[in-house]
């Protein structure tokens, strides 16, 4: 996965957190999510269930 996003638009921080998911997040893992959530999972519990998975905690 490549992050793409507006220069100047995001923190520091903010652009560290999507490196990192982007580091970590595979193609079959974002085609799972996204059935998941097109089944009737709530989003905020599918991406939340992944990132406490990964270890990874989004900074601001």
Same mark, same amino acid.
Request: glycine share 0%; no cysteine.
């Given at each position: 996965m490549v992050p793409?996003?507006?220069?100047? +638009? #995001?923190?520091?921080?903010?652009v560290?957190?999507?490196?990192?998911v982007a580091g970590e997040l595979t193609t079959g +893992? #974002?085609?799972?999510m996204t059935r998941e959530v097109s089944g009737g999972a709530?989003?905020?519990?599918?991406v939340g269930t992944w990132l406490?998975?990964?270890q990874i905690l989004l900074r601001g």
């Open positions: 793409l996003y507006r220069r100047n +638009e #995001l923190t520091e921080a903010q560290l957190s999507l490196n990192k +893992e #974002l085609a799972a709530d989003p905020q519990r599918v406490n998975d990964h």
